[in-house]
Each structure stands twice: as structure tokens, then as C-alpha cells.
């Protein structure tokens, strides 16, 4: 789609002020998960992009260190820039997952050399996708029009992809924990445990989907509008990514009949708060309190 270089940096700053907003509010956890250190690079780097973008454009020739820029370059970078973004949705939702399954089962706190190994993650992670972009001879910018300062711009279908795998993963979820108990003929000795679990799925999914369903009705018509690939990814996203990989492991760790303990998980926008009591005949299910407990 094309789209004018005026419009194009009006939204990438709208876009770098609401990653900004989000990262300050949520500070004391962003330094806690890998999601939280990879939006602070997404911030960074869709600042700098947006400063690089406004010079270019308002002083039409510049020269940095040998390097000569012109406003031919603003579709370049853009256009370079949707595609080291359109490629990394599906190895961000990995990584969280695998980060949060393992934060999850260990429940540890973050130390100095987790915190460092994110950070080197995520500047790896940058550099793998940047590579592959000029390294892949399949690869070819679509130029646009300089004289009427419009750019030629595309969407990531990656985007669309990990949308679908979420609401189809929900969905499954959803009918599994609503299904007929007495239809899955489990043994006895069985009954109770899975019927507990049942109880936290249900739990899990309705923290989602009540914290979740309008930016999720937005992201299912977003289609339709036809976003480019890099304001596809953005903080909001990520985060909706995190919290649904948290309620993924918070399903999974609940089939876990060893767990005796009270797990406390808080991501950038959900408070999870369960409490776990396996016995022989009931299940206690902690309820959200005012004041909330962090343990990463």
C-alpha cells in the first residue's frame, strides 16, 4: 500500500510514544522477562528510527560520517524496517513461551545473569533477523514515488498466522474446560484432580479474555485496515503475547498433581493470583486481591 512520508512519520512517532507510555507505566516489570527487555529494544529502536526519518525528511540532504541521505532513503529504511519486523513475530511468541514456561515452573527470581542473558538474546535475536533480511536473495524493496513523497509499504502475514494459532489454542481451551466432566470417563482416583484442573482453566481464560476481548476484536478486523508490518509489532501486541504464553503455562502447570504451593504471576497487564491446595476432596482457589504480590 502506498502512503505518504508525512503520514508515514506522524504515525511512526505516535507509535514510539505509545511503546514509551506503556514501557514507563510498566517499568518494574518490563526488567523482569525476556517480553519486557525485547519491548524496551522495540521502543529504542522505533525511536531512533522515527528521528532518522524526520531529519532525513526535513533537511532533504544529509551527510553522516561519509554516508550521503536523502529522502529516497526514507522508503529504504522504512521499507527495510518492515521487513526485519514482518519476520519476527513468531520467534518473539516462541521465546516468551519457552521464558515463561521456565519462569513459571522454577519460580525463581530474576538475577543479574538472567537479566544479561535476555539482554544478549535480544540484541542476537535483532541481529539474526537484520541478516537474513540482506542475506535472502528473495528480498526486493518496492521504491515508490520520491517527487510525490509517497512509500510502498506491505503487512507481515506472520501477524495473521500467530493470531489464528492464539484464538484456535483458546478455542480448544475454552471447550475443554466447559466439556461435560463425566464424558471423559477418567478413573476415579483421577476425578478429582482433573476436575481441579478444569476449575483453572476456566479461572485462566476468563482473566484473558476479560482483559483482552476489545484488543483482541480489534486485532480480528485489523485485516481489514490493512496495518503495515512495522506498526504491526508493537508493545501492545507483545504484550497480549506475553499474557497469553503466561496463561498457556499456568494451564499446562496445572496438570502438574505435585504442585502443593501458591504461584503469584504478574505480567504487564494481567494479575494472576492462584492459590493451589490438592487434598482429597477440595481445591481452594485464591481470589484477586487489592494489593498485589510480585514474584517474577
Request: proline letters at 3%.
Amino acid at each position: 500500500m502506498d502512503t505518504s512520508v508525512p503520514s508515514l512519520l506522524l504515525v511512526l512517532w505516535l507509535k514510539s510514544l505509545l511503546n514509551w507510555l506503556v514501557v514507563v507505566v510498566q517499568r518494574h516489570y518490563m526488567i523482569r522477562t525476556f517480553s519486557g527487555f525485547f519491548c524496551i529494544s522495540l521502543a529504542l529502536i522505533d525511536s531512533l528510527l522515527s528521528f532518522v526519518l524526520s531529519a532525513i525528511f526535513y533537511l532533504e540532504d544529509v551527510n553522516i560520517s561519509g554516508w550521503h541521505f536523502t529522502r529516497y532513503y526514507i522508503c529504504l529504511l522504512t521499507q527495510i524496517a518492515c521487513f526485519i519486523y514482518s519476520i519476527l513475530h513468531w520467534p518473539v511468541f516462541l521465546l516468551v513461551g519457552l521464558d515463561n514456561f521456565w519462569t513459571i515452573s522454577s519460580s525463581r527470581n530474576t538475577s543479574w545473569t538472567q537479566k544479561l542473558t535476555y539482554i544478549a538474546g535480544v540484541c542476537l535475536l535483532w541481529i539474526l533477523a537484520a541478516l537474513y533480511v540482506f542475506w535472502v536473495p528473495d528480498v526486493a524493496l518496492l521504491l515508490g514515488d520520491d517527487e510525490k513523497h509517497h512509500c510502498k509499504l506491505f503487512s507481515s502475514p506472520q501477524t495473521s498466522q500467530v493470531l489464528a494459532a492464539l484464538l484456535l489454542t483458546i478455542t480448544c481451551v475454552v471447550i475443554y474446560s466447559y466439556a461435560p466432566f463425566e464424558k471423559w470417563r477418567v478413573p476415579v482416583s483421577l476425578h478429582s484432580t482433573q476436575q481441579y484442573c478444569l476449575v483453572c482453566l476456566r479461572r485462566v481464560m476468563h482473566t484473558l479474555l476479560s482483559t483482552w476481548a476489545s484488543f483482541l476484536a480489534l486485532m480480528i478486523i485489523s485485516p481489514l485496515i490493512e496495518m503495515d508490518a512495522h506498526l504491526q509489532l508493537n508493545v501492545v501486541w507483545l504484550s497480549f503475547l506475553n499474557s497469553f504464553s503466561v496463561a498457556l503455562a499456568l494451564c499446562g502447570h496445572s496438570f502438574a498433581s505435585n504442585s502443593k504451593k501458591s504461584d503469584t504471576i504478574t505480567d504487564v497487564f494481567c494479575s494472576w493470583y492462584f492459590c493451589f491446595t490438592y487434598g482429597d476432596d477440595e481445591w481452594n482457589y485464591g481470589q484477586q486481591s487489592g494489593h498485589i504480590k510480585v514474584t517474577p
